[in-house]
T-cell receptor, first 110, second 114 residues
Framework: SQQGEEDPQALSIQEGENATMNCSYKTSINNLQWYRQNSGRGLVHLILIRSNEREKHSGRLRVTLDTSKKSSSLLITASRAADTASYFC??????????FGQGTELSVKP | EPEVTQTPSHQVTQMGQEVILRCVPISNHLYFYWYRQILGQKVEFLVSFYNNEISEKSEIFDDQFSVERPDGSNFTLKIRSTKLEDSAMYFCATLAGVHTGELFFGEGSRLTVL
């Protein structure tokens, strides 16, 4: 099945450091998306990168996509305690449903 | 900013009871989804709904589940006879016209089955 799988599963860093999360998927994609989820809350869309793009920036977020390796990475620069959350990558399958990976739980310590 | 609204935020029910979870989608969105997240686990797709019918459903979405858009605004998920394992957060999500774009999620309804 077409699913994103993130690693690491958990990441703990100090405020000010950069956080890098990786995602791998299995089949061809139209785009890949990253979402954030604060504990007990709904998911919030962060960024979408199309299959013909290699890199995309949004504020402190940088996303890369390597379609030859079927992988993506999300970099959060100069992390803050408020960045503490779970981060999920997601891709659409051929049926048009968005499938989420297991997520990376990021903890940023002040 | 437009948002997806879900009610109730938390429901506690006895096993075997029927539950209806409600969602008010963003007004001009065309595609509607329900997802489920068991505590500590990944977000799982349940069902997608477009043009007043189910477009895709997962293996989880068995005969105990149904969805409808009864009045053209609310989008509901019904669980006919709840089981303990139905305890989870249920998220409604909506999508504008491009069927491979970003989803907008509600804050979720936490269902606890006793």
């Amino acid at each position: 099945s077409q699913q994103g799988e993130e690693d690491p599963q958990a990441l703990s860093i100090q405020e000010g450091e950069n956080a890098t999360m990786n995602c791998s998927y299995k089949t061809s994609i139209n785009n890949l998306q990253w979402y954030r989820q604060n504990s007990g809350r709904g998911l919030v869309h962060l960024i979408l990168i199309r299959s013909n793009e290699r890199e995309k920036h949004s504020g402190r977020l940088r996303v890369t996509l390597d379609t030859s390796k079927k992988s993506s990475s999300l970099l959060i620069t100069a992390s803050r305690a408020a960045d503490t959350a779970s981060y999920f990558c997601a891709t659409y399958n051929q049926g048009g449903k968005l499938i989420f990976g297991q997520g990376t739980e990021l903890s940023v310590k002040p | 900013e437009p948002e997806v609204t879900q009610t109730p935020s938390h429901q506690v029910t006895q096993m075997g009871q029927e539950v209806i979870l409600r969602c008010v989608p963003i007004s001009n969105h065309l595609y509607f989804y329900w997802y489920r997240q068991i505590l500590g686990q990944k977000v799982e797709f349940l069902v997608s709904f477009y043009n007043n019918e189910i477009s895709e459903k997962s293996e989880i979405f068995d005969d105990q589940f149904s969805v409808e858009r009864p009045d053209g605004s609310n989008f509901t998920l019904k669980i006919r006879s709840t089981k303990l394992e139905d305890s989870a957060m249920y998220f409604c999500a909506t999508l504008a016209g491009v069927h491979t774009g970003e989803l907008f999620f509600g804050e979720g309804s936490r269902l606890t089955v006793l």
